[in-house]
């Protein structure tokens, strides 16, 4: 997985849906940060849209404030502003935190 990050044995997927983005929809990065390239198949993923989240990350790359990023099943980074997740701007309990 990207950033020398990756979700810690045994982890158990949470599942949580895409919010608060309207028709812009959710970019998806390679890397948790915005300076990572975007991915562009989906571009985005559109208000609503039911994500696995397998772990995540705290960096200094903040959206709205908050610097928790997702690292999703899919392999793809999500910024966690954009998540229904328990917590805004600090990890989330029964979410694990991800390794190097």
């Known amino acids: 997985m990207s950033a020398g990050l ?3 044995c045994g982890f158990v997927a949470g599942t949580y849906k895409v919010y608060g983005t309207g028709a812009d929809g959710l970019y998806q990065h ?11 198949n989906p571009y985005t993923l559109a208000e609503g849209t039911v994500v696995y ?5 705290m960096t200094s790359s ?7 990023w997702d690292l999703l ?10 998540i229904n ?5 600090a990890f989330s309990p029964g979410l694990s935190q991800c390794t190097t």
């Open 53 to 57: 989240i397998a772990c995540q990350t």
């Open 85 to 89: 997740t328990p917590n805004v701007g």
């Open 30 to 40: 390679t890397g948790p940060g915005t300076n990572y390239s975007t991915i562009t």
């Open 6 to 8: 990756q979700a810690p």
């Open 73 to 82: 099943t899919n392999g793809n980074w999500v910024s966690d502003y954009y």
């Open 62 to 68: 903040t959206v709205n404030g908050s610097g928790i």
